[in-house]
């Protein structure tokens, strides 16, 4: 029943995605970038000359490799020499950061929705869960990255798919006295449109064709036991990542329940001491994702 749910669920996500136009559209460059790394044949040349076709997706490349988030040595002066440093797949997650602030625009819907700050809670995300994969030792910390600034477009979907939809999601949600909802967002959502936010950034990251495991985190970062189990270390850095940044405030209307499961430990191999270390050093360095990545 659940796997029946989820395939009609993605069928509305999926007509919904189809249908939009602003939204769906990442910069043809950066479109190419991520089918040219997929692509086993390609080379470092290849992605260099690709890039250079944007000057503008370049220098926001530039910008970020040489940011003291990323705190290489030496500051990197040319495309060519940041893919020998940090390889193409880095890059090509660098090109598609650079590239998504841009789809955050449009202010606020509603009192309780801005898309600012959900820009602001993704980079506060994609921080943590970068963070986190550090202290668990895991080489996925780009990947981890890129699955927070994603885990929550599904929502950016929903507001381009229909505003007063959206508009209902929240009204219809029930709140304590602070701000915290009381009720399943998800739920609401799927009343609403006949599908969730992570059905929706599901769906995008699949008209993207991005790669399987980004689908599946922007997919699963509510419910990572469902992802396959091959598949389920991003959603759980993600799902993490999402209550350490919203313990001091931000956009948190999707989080109702702030435990972490035991399996959550166990598929990271992590305790709760590493979970302090990123609470130590996340202001610092949430600090310098919002100078580099700024809407």
Request: proline fraction near 4%.
């Amino acid at each position: 029943m659940q796997s029946q749910n989820h395939e009609t669920h993605m069928q509305v996500a999926n007509a919904a995605v189809k249908q939009l136009s602003h939204i769906a559209t990442l910069p043809e460059v950066t479109l190419g970038i991520i089918e040219l790394v997929e692509n086993p044949n390609s080379s470092a040349q290849d992605l260099n000359e690709l890039i250079g076709r944007d000057p503008a997706l370049s220098a926001r490349i530039l910008k970020v490799v040489n940011s003291a988030f990323y705190g290489l040595p030496r500051q990197i002066g040319s495309i060519n020499r940041a893919i020998s440093m940090l390889g193409l797949n880095a890059v090509k997650n660098i090109a598609i950061a650079a590239s998504l602030a841009k789809l955050f625009r449009g202010g606020a819907l509603c009192d309780r929705f801005d898309a600012k700050e959900l820009w602001d809670h993704s980079i506060a995300v994609a921080t943590a869960a970068r963070l986190l994969a550090k202290e668990a030792r895991m080489s996925s910390g780009d990947e981890a990255f890129l699955g927070g600034l994603m885990h929550d477009i599904g929502i950016m979907v929903a507001l381009q798919s229909d505003r007063a939809k959206l508009v209902k999601v929240f009204g219809d949600m029930q709140w304590d006295a602070d701000g915290n909802p009381l009720i399943d967002f998800r739920m609401v959502e799927r009343a609403v449109f006949g599908a969730d936010h992570c059905h929706f950034g599901e769906a995008l990251c699949e008209q993207w064709k991005f790669p399987r495991s980004l689908a599946v985190a922007c997919g699963h970062h509510h419910d990572p036991m469902c992802a396959p189990a091959e598949s389920r270390q991003v959603p759980w850095l993600i799902y993490i990542a999402e209550r350490i940044a919203t313990e001091n405030g931000g956009f948190h209307a999707d989080i109702l329940d702030r435990s972490i499961p035991r399996e959550a430990f166990e598929s990271l191999g992590i305790g709760p001491a590493q979970l302090d270390a990123v609470r130590s050093q996340l202001a610092e360095k949430l600090a310098e994702a919002q100078a580099t990545l700024a809407a």
